[in-house]
Nanobody, 115 residues
Framework: QVQLVESGGGLVQPGGSLRLSCAVS????????MGWYRQAPGNERELVAG???????NYVDSVKGRFTISRDNAKNTVYLQMNSLRPEDAAVYYC?????????WGQGTQVTVSS
């Protein structure tokens, strides 16, 4: 059974940094795209950043220049380095990975940005 274990969320002041991690285990198929989504109360879930198996990345405009997504294929882990955090970045962040056959979601990790 595929499991995604997220870590790294928490409370940070505006301008601060956090690093999210998502470790994937149990997949019998090669992991293709990996990504981070977020959902704030009252909002739809949105793609924050994605990375392909070849390392190509994409970001939502609001985080460009501040967030960096990366992956360690040997560890089946995807990271999201978040710098210069703003109150509007506060949300539950979800890891998502795709194999040839399915898409999997993590349980979510809360990011709170407040002074």
């Amino acid at each position: 059974q595929v499991q995604l274990v997220e870590s790294g969320g928490g409370l940070v002041q505006p301008g601060g940094s956090l690093r999210l991690s998502c470790a994937v285990s149990g997949s019998r198929s090669s992991i293709r795209d990996m990504g981070w989504y977020r959902q704030a109360p009252g909002n739809e879930r949105e793609l924050v950043a994605g990375i392909t198996s070849g390392g190509s990345t994409n970001y939502v405009d609001s985080v460009k220049g501040r967030f960096t997504i990366s992956r360690d294929n040997a560890k089946n882990t995807v990271y999201l380095q978040m710098n210069s955090l703003r109150p509007e970045d506060a949300a539950v962040y979800y890891c998502n990975v795709k194999t040839l056959f399915r898409s999997y979601w993590g349980q979510g990790t809360q990011v709170t940005v407040s002074s």
